[in-house]
Structures are given as structure tokens and as C-alpha cells.
């Protein structure tokens, strides 16, 4: 891959994991070719057991979605509050003029965060 540097190249190719949790957040933005849906599953500690995406999206933000449920596994749902989105900006070396596409991602995980605050009564 061009013009990405080594992390979004090994991120990207992540194998694609089931999308089959309880929990589901979703945001999308047709103006700006990127649709992003997350599932996850909590275990008994209310630990994230599993977490999936699918993605319509550019190398950098399908890299974003792979690295945030990789490091999101066995935490636990406060883990959504406290993501570094300058961080995974500058990790991923996301330039300025995608940067707004993380608030699409940004958004699907805010989705993900009011299902599971509904549903399993987790504040």
C-alpha cells in the first residue's frame, strides 16, 4: 500500500472478525464514501469479550476501526470514553484533510455506547 505508513498497512489487512455481538453502533456519511458499524459483546464482568466492524471507508480509518477493537478487548465499557482520537490520528498518520472522518468513527462509537447504556443498563 502507498502512501501509508507501516501501521495502517498491517491494520488494514486484520482478518475480519464475526459481527455477531448484542451491542451495535453505526454512523455513516454517504457525502464522504464512509460507513462504519460496530458489534461488540460484554462478558460478566461487563469487559468488551468481543468486538467487531465492518467498514465502508478509506485505508486510514479501516486501519482507525481494526486498531480500536484490538486494543478495546477485556476492557471495560468506560474504555469507550477514554479514546485518544489525536493519538490514533497521529499513530496512524491520518492527514489533516481526513482527520473528520474519525468523527464518523468517532460517532459509531458514541452509537455503540448509548446501545449498551439502553440495553444493559451500564452507565
Not at 10 to 32: H, M, N, S, V, W
Not at 67 to 86: C, F, M, R, T, Y
Request: aromatic share 8%.
Amino acid at each position: 500500500m502507498t502512501n501509508y505508513n507501516d501501521v495502517v498497512s498491517q491494520l488494514f489487512f486484520l482478518p475480519i472478525k464475526d459481527f455477531t455481538g448484542e451491542y451495535r453502533g453505526q454512523a455513516c456519511r454517504d457525502d464522504l464514501g464512509t460507513k462504519i458499524a460496530l458489534s461488540a459483546s460484554l462478558n460478566s464482568r461487563n469487559k468488551f469479550c468481543q468486538l467487531s466492524c465492518r467498514a465502508f471507508a478509506c485505508p486510514h480509518i479501516i486501519a482507525a476501526c481494526n486498531w480500536l477493537i484490538e486494543s478495546l478487548e477485556d476492557q471495560p465499557v468506560k474504555a469507550l470514553d477514554d479514546i485518544d482520537w489525536n493519538y490514533l490520528q497521529e499513530m496512524l498518520d491520518i492527514p489533516t484533510e481526513k482527520a473528520g472522518k474519525l468523527l464518523i468513527l468517532k460517532d459509531a462509537i458514541i452509537d455503540l455506547r448509548s446501545d449498551i447504556r439502553y440495553r444493559a443498563n451500564l452507565r
